[in-house]
C-alpha cells in the first residue's frame, strides 16, 4: 500500500525559512507527479508547487521566487523549500501524487488530478 508522508513543518519567524519533505513510499508508478498544497484556517486547499519525475517544476504566484521544489530520485522524496516566509504561508501544507507526468501546468497544480495524499503537516510563521 502506498503512502506519502511529509515532515519539517514548525514555527518560524516572517523571513525565515523551512524545508518540507515528503517521501513516497510504496508505488510502484515509474513516473511520477508530485504537488504541494496548503491549506489555512477558513479558506480551501490550494496548491503551491509541482514536480514530476521528468524534472518539470511550476508554482503559485504566491510563492514564486522564495519557494523551490526538488525531487531527490534515488530517496523517492521532494523537498519544498520554503524561504522568506510570511505569515501569510501559514497552513497545513500535504504532499500528493499521482501516477503520471504533470500536465504541463504553469502555475498551481490543481487537486482534482491527485488520487493519494498525505496527512499533512503545519507550517507556522509569525509576524
Known amino acids: 500500500q502506498g503512502q506519502l508522508v511529509e515532515s519539517g513543518g514548525g514555527s518560524v519567524q516572517a523571513g525565515g525559512s523551512l524545508r518540507l519533505s515528503c517521501e513516497v513510499s510504496?508505488?510502484?508508478?515509474?513516473?511520477?507527479?508530485v504537488g504541494w498544497f496548503r491549506q489555512a484556517p477558513g479558506k480551501e486547499r490550494e496548491g503551491v508547487a509541482r514536480i514530476d519525475t521528468a524534472g518539470s517544476t511550476s508554482y503559485a504566484n504566491s510563492v514564486k521566487g522564495r519557494f523551490t521544489v526538488s525531487l531527490d530520485s534515488a530517496k523517492n522524496t521532494v523537498h519544498l523549500q520554503m524561504n522568506n516566509l510570511k505569515p501569510e504561508d501559514t497552513a497545513i501544507y500535504y504532499c500528493?501524487?499521482?501516477?503520471?507526468?504533470?500536465?504541463?501546468?504553469?502555475?498551481?497544480?490543481?487537486?482534482?488530478?491527485?488520487?493519494?495524499w498525505g496527512r499533512g503537516t503545519q507550517v507556522a510563521v509569525a509576524s
Open positions: 500528493a501524487a499521482e501516477g503520471d507526468l504533470c500536465m504541463g501546468w504553469i502555475e498551481a497544480p490543481p487537486l482534482s488530478f491527485f488520487g493519494h
Open positions: 510504496g508505488y510502484t508508478y515509474s513516473k511520477y507527479c
